[in-house]
Each structure stands twice: as structure tokens, then as C-alpha cells.
């Protein structure tokens, strides 16, 4: 879709598909937390992995389907299901079904609120002067890192990197580019941490998220932050020397 395609203005109408996202999110944020859980799929792994062997390719895009719903409506449960595709799938085969569905279900986000708030957000910028000038013209500059470090930084949370950039006004294919590239690391630890959840269940355990801090996980993921900030700090020490 290009960047500068415009979807003809309907008054309220255009905000529907944001609120239709926002409620089902608030819905199943009470309804649903009991359900996308470490338990349901103990409880269930015997007749998923069944299945798995019976219907390879249509678990497999049942899955992805799934997943996509999850992230699109904000949904609880997308840790839970991202080691569910480690459990299923396996570390490769589950990565690019995690990796693939997180990235679809992100730009779903992303499109509802360009199209409805973002749209109006984005023109008050345009119009802007002063220090939000600045703001929207350093952003532009450094769309693309700064999109990297929104998905990289294990901080910020998976909406929050989603919504955003729609509302500031970033190209969509900058998005694309970062969610599908930006979302690998953490893919991958999450993945594998599905991958041995088989053992951790004939023991009785709790996956242990912990890992995820460990020094030989979180280390590469803030080696990347840095990569992708070096950029940003380039044209800064740059911009002050040409002043």
C-alpha cells in the first residue's frame, strides 16, 4: 500500500475500525485472561500436538491466524502464544510463524489508527512550529532508527510500539520494515523458551521468563539498541558541530 494513499473521509465512520480495536482489547483483556494461559495449552497439549502431526499446514495456519487476532486486538496472551510456537513448530519453523503473524497483526494496529486519529494527529504535526516542529522533523530524519529502537527496547510494550508511529505520522513501509526485522530477536528467545516448554511441563514447572534478562539474551538485544540509536547520535553531534 503506498504511503500516499488516502482513504475518503467519512466523518466518524473512519474512527471505527480504532474503536472496534480498542473495545474488543478491553473485552478480552477481562474475558480471555483466563484462557490464553501456560495452563490451557498443558491442559490441551496432548490433542494440539495430535493435531499438529494429523494437519501439519492447517495447524499451522490456524495458528498464524490466531495470532494475528491476538496482536491486532491487543489481546492477552501473545507470550503465551509466541512459545506456543516454539512448542508446536519447533525454533526455525516457529519463528517465521511468529515473526510472520505478529507483523500482520501489528500493521492491522498500525493501518486502523493511521486511517482514523493518526490521520488527524498527523496534520496538526504537519502544521506545527516551534519545538514540536523540531520533534516532528528529528523524527523524520531518524524514522527508521528510531523505529528500531521502539521494537528493540525490551521495555516498551508491544502496543505501544504499534500505535505510535501511526499517530506521529511515519511511513507504513518504514513500519513493515522495522516490526518484521525489529520483532527477530525477541522472537527468537521467545521461541526457544516454547521450544522446551514439553519439559517443563512433565516436571510440574512454570515456564521461567527469567531468561529473558539473563546477560546472554538482554547483552545482544542492547548491542542492537545501540546500533540502531548510533545513527541518531551520528547526526546529532553533526547538526551541533555545523551550528
Known amino acids: 500500500m503506498s ?13 471505527i475500525p480504532l474503536a472496534v480495536i480498542l473495545a474488543v482489547a478491553v473485552v478480552g483483556f477481562f474475558a480471555l485472561g483466563d484462557y490464553l494461559t501456560f495452563e490451557t495449552l498443558r491442559d490441551n497439549r496432548e490433542a494440539l500436538l495430535a493435531w499438529r502431526d494429523a494437519n501439519y499446514w492447517a495447524m499451522a495456519t490456524a ?14 496472551g501473545a507470550a503465551v502464544a509466541s512459545m506456543t510456537g516454539g512448542f508446536l ?22 493501518l486502523a489508527a493511521r486511517w482514523g486519529l493518526g490521520e488527524t494527529l498527523t496534520a496538526r504535526l504537519e502544521s506545527s512550529e516551534g519545538k514540536v516542529k523540531k520533534l516532528k522533523d528529528g523524527l523524520r530524519e531518524n524514522e527508521i532508527p528510531v523505529l528500531f529502537l521502539l521494537r528493540l527496547v525490551p521495555v516498551v510494550p508491544f502496543f505501544v510500539a504499534n500505535l505510535v508511529p501511526a499517530l ?18 525477541g522472537g527468537i528467545v521467545y521461541t526457544w523458551i516454547g521450544v522446551g516448554l514439553g519439559g517443563v511441563f512433565d516436571r510440574g514447572e512454570t515456564p521461567d521468563l527469567s531468561l529473558l534478562w539473563e546477560p546472554f539474551v538482554i547483552g545482544p538485544i542492547i548491542g542492537l539498541c545501540v546500533l540502531a540509536a ?12 555545523g551550528t
Open 3 to 15: 504511503d500516499t494513499t488516502r482513504v475518503p473521509r467519512g466523518g466518524f465512520a473512519r474512527h
Open 63 to 76: 495458528f498464524v491466524g490466531l495470532y494475528i487476532v491476538i496482536v491486532a486486538f491487543s489481546l492477552p
Open 89 to 110: 513448530f519447533g525454533l526455525f519453523a516457529g519463528t517465521v510463524l511468529n515473526v510472520f503473524a505478529a507483523t500482520i497483526g501489528a500493521s492491522a494496529i498500525f
Open 168 to 185: 506521529v505520522g511515519v511511513k507504513f513501509r518504514n513500519f513493515l520494515f522495522t516490526t518484521a526485522l525489529g520483532i527477530i530477536p
Open 230 to 241: 548510533l545513527p541518531i547520535v551520528i547526526k546529532s553531534i553533526r547538526s551541533r558541530k
